[in-house]
């Protein structure tokens, strides 16, 4: 009998064992486990040092040393934080591009006649970063002390009032705009490009007020440099308790929330979502990343993919409904 014929089976059963060996390394699960093998990209939509920029330094530097890889921010603000959202929903879904999300993303879709992206149909959902509430600040020379006073103020000052955001559509915004129609006031919008030239302007009177992030404001009101009158939660914030809330110190039934959240371009693997989702999770629940949001009045907030999902939708909605009673509209 010729040679070759007792070695064909075994060439046969070792070349099936090769191609079973190389699908399992292809397959999206081993390439979940595989993720990340190269650097990783976190887009922030706002520029360095405002509140958005603090949260995804954090994050990017606990996921960094947890994933032994590198995870680095880059910063494209403008456009009311869609020019970041917009080139990452078009970038290859492979996971290593991401984009941190926020309440201005749930707002944009009512606030904008035209996008070029969705974001409940263009993004994954991989988990909410973290939620607390805005704290109304002044100038420490402004006369008011409270929401009544303010309200009072910005009705008897020839001119009104004006307020700064950290652009159009943010919740720093619309935040203002919903306080405009239950207060029954005009304040002027003035809109920055992100929180810190804002709040710079209000400590140097060149406006009068901002409803900011407390991760962003907290500081300069601890310094001195800026009085806060109230949170904008339904409930004090536990960081600062002796800081009263909109709703008790003179405009009963107000409420704006700010919130961060971390998004993939849609048709990244579920896998990779999976896992940074799992990661993220273990940042989340990490005391010194709780502390470091905490001080500042935001509450770390993981959620599965699923329920980001859901808790994304519902914010469309519901910020819709402010822009359409606010008025406010960018074409």
């Known amino acids: 009998m010729p040679k070759t014929t007792t070695n064909t089976p075994r060439r046969h059963v070792i070349g099936v064992v090769c191609a079973a060996l190389c699908a399992a390394a292809a397959s999206p699960l081993a390439w979940a486990n595989d993720y990340p093998n190269k650097p990783v990209k976190l887009v922030v939509p706002y520029p360095p040092g405002g509140p958005t920029d603090i949260v995804a330094r954090v994050v990017a530097q606990k996921l960094q040393e947890q994933m032994g890889q590198s995870f680095f921010i880059e910063n494209r603000p403008g456009a009311g934080a869609n020019i970041g959202a917009e080139a990452v929903a078009r970038s290859p879904a ?19 006649a035209k996008l070029s992206y969705s974001i409940t149909k263009d993004f994954a959902s991989i988990s909410q970063l973290t939620s607390g509430p805005l704290v109304i600040v002044t100038n420490p020379a402004t006369p008011a002390n409270n929401v009544k006073e303010l309200i009072a103020l910005a009705k008897s000052k020839q001119g009104g009032l004006n307020y700064a955001s950290s652009g159009n559509g943010q919740s720093t915004h619309l935040s203002a705009e919903l306080f405009n129609a239950m207060g029954g006031v005009k304040m002027a919008h003035v809109p ?20 900011d992030t407390m991760l962003s404001s907290m500081p300069h009101v601890k310094a001195g440099k800026l009085k806060a009158l109230a949170v904008t939660s339904s409930q004090r914030s536990p960081s600062a308790p002796g800081i009263p809330t909109v709703a008790e110190s003179g405009l009963p039934g107000y409420e704006a929330i700010a919130w961060n959240g971390l998004l993939a371009p849609a048709g990244t693997p579920k896998e990779v979502v999976d896992r940074l989702s799992a990661e993220l999770k273990k940042v989340l629940d990490n005391p010194e990343v709780a502390q470091r949001f905490e001080a500042q009045g935001f509450a770390a907030a993981w959620s599965t993919p699923t329920a980001y999902a859901g808790f994304l939708q519902a914010e469309v909605d519901k910020w819709g409904k402010v822009v359409k009673a606010s008025g406010a509209r960018i074409d």
């Open 192 to 211: 920055y490009k992100g929180s810190a030239p804002a709040l710079t302007d209000v400590m140097g009177g060149q406006a009068d007020l901002m409803f």
């Open 94 to 112: 492979d996971g290593y591009t991401l984009v941190v999300a926020t309440t201005a993303h749930a707002i944009n879709p009512s606030l904008f």
